[in-house]
């Protein structure tokens, strides 16, 4: 029998009662509110990752990825963990030491893919952008030429500035310079048309708790037939253990052999999210993203706040908005979520104190919330107004 | 405007229907079924991870994990993932490149851990054991002194063979040869005594789905001080983002830069099991685990079924049983699914093919299920006897 040795110290038995969570709505840049659906799928009972139910389970979000994605890639799964992990996945397997990597930088997670890249020994190159502007043709083909990298990461929706790059032309650049193109998806995906193979990309990875309005938890990254040629001659290890998806790759896609990595209900999460936008269709949730965005902008224009990034490039799920100089900004967040449940998110590196930045996404983008978000907003700027404008206002 | 270009393609556009999975009895090594209030819990309306409210969370899990591990340690977290993942954090943040680490091997899991270490450039020794036998004080020190590590890696509930490690005097030898002791409390915690303080450990992981009955996809791992001062003097950098908490240790313990990793759902659900665990108390949560396992081994000797762990050392949560040679083994374990639901474990390692392992962990714990384990293994076992013993016995 084994023994107990010691009395048990009782100092931190702590009494925390029934969880008791205010709701908020989540206008921020992440995460998003999950669909009531997805809730419920969520605490469903679980099994476990041997059970055949749960190979089914993989299938079917494999076929849903394909069709969010618009991709054929056999290579297409979901992963435990934020788009941080997802991305770290594709760098660890594409990624050997002292191969040539460029990223395009515009805002605060290119750096952050930099530096994940350079912990693998990469050598990193920086296409530069400025924040809330997209790159250029000329200026990607500028790079690639001068640099010949392996691998070029771009990020389709910029959250740092709520951009969105033009993807026309890249992927044929990308395979001229002999080049894999990976593409983070995580805050376009199921928000602005995707479409993987069209573009010619080799890497993709995306996020649950974004415009799919599943919790966070849970990612996705898929690869291409090039891609997994890349990986299949890799002559280095990877990294580390639990981004290693070499065996899966040599062994072809077994979802048997990956399965005990993910946490179950958050994949019935996933798979009832991708569910709902295959009920919803595509288009019709492009559309719905775009139309609430609509509104959100003129409701903004009326209120004569600015939104720095051009709407040709401007995201429709996650708006950078100007902090007018009238209010006492540091104010403005904590009020909103005191006042009002709602979360909206501050700026990110260059646009640090400058920009709010306000996600409808998935589930949020709807009609209802742009009237919500723009009616706290007023009352937020009202109420806040600087002394000195209020004074001479008076 | 961003604009469309191509027309989608609905090939996979497929309809999986509503969510419909079949219950499962997880009677094997993890995932084990979870408490109701959990998934209760994991269901709730999630809050982004700037909320003060999520703050407040991580300090109340904070505290239930201090109380189920017994330390007074300040760095204690969740961390997203299964256990792998919170063995990965500890080795990434311990280890750099030619580090001495020892090993204890004595199962699958040692080996895996190996595996990890080398990764990160350690060079790596092994203190190999018999599966199912434990590590004598002497063998453990005659590693130390030879090997000098600066890590010892040590599993407390080997969940191969169902193994319990004992604890006394370990932390004492580590400390004479100047070694962090980590241990890896992923299948004991919640099911025997831990005392992490007592034995002197510098560091632990666990995970929330084996004996805490929270679904997988969140774990925890702690730090003590000793451990922390390595950590600040680190000479090389961690080798990935992911697992890179030297920000965080420098800082002192802030769960606010920290949140953006975690699963929100699987956060209230570990706060639920961790809550359950403390309001049952620990020594009742003991006892329980061992009054279900002495049935259940009652009930295998009835049936003329031999456990292979000596009972001093046999974990009550997780019990290797020899499969008879009187029955077509490969056929049980779909037939205890198919018929009863109930999901039991292959062997691992040097017991694949000689034994199943039984696994009774958190809510599963229970007579009744001895009882519903038994009578379906009796029946499987009747159905599946080999032909030969049929014969005979017809």
Redesign the interface.
Known sequence: ??????S?????????GQ?N????F?F?S??A??YPRV?????????????P?FVDLIK?IQ??L??AW?TDNAFTLPI???G??AM?AVA?NLIEPNDRILVGVNGFFGN?IC??AR??GAKVFKLKGEIGAAFSLSAIEAQLKRVRPKVFFLIHGQSASGT?Q?M?GIGELCHRYDTLLVLDTVTSLGA??V?LD?WKVDAAFTTGHRCLSC????SAFTFSERALRVIRNRKS???????DFSGLIRRKVSSRHYL???????V?GL??AL?IL??Q???VT?KRH?ETAEALWEGLAEMGLRCPVH??????NLTAVDIPDTVDADRIRPYL?KEFNI?ISSGLGDWQGRVWRLGLMGINSRRANVVLLLSALKNALAVHRRAFFSETAG
């Not at 048990?8 to 925390?16: A, G, Q």
């Not at 969570?21 to 908020?24: C, D």
């Not at 005990?260 to 958050?266: A, H, V």
Request: glycine share 6%.
């Open positions: 029998m084994i023994r107990q040795y010691y048990v110290n009782e100092k931190y038995r702590k009494d925390t969880l969570i205010t709701p908020r989540l921020g992440g995460p509110n999950a809730l419920q799928a969520i605490g469903s009972r679980q099994i476990a990752n041997r059970d139910q079917d076929s849903l394909r069709y618009q435990s963990g934020t941080r992990n770290e660890a952050y530096e994940a912990r693998y969105c033009p026309e602005v048309p479409f069209h919790p966070p938890g849970i290890r990877i990294a580390n253990s639990t981004t005990y990595t993910l946490p179950i209900n958050l019935y798979r009832e569910q295959a009920e269709g595509l288009e492009w775009r709407p040709d490039i401007r995201l429709p979520l979360e």
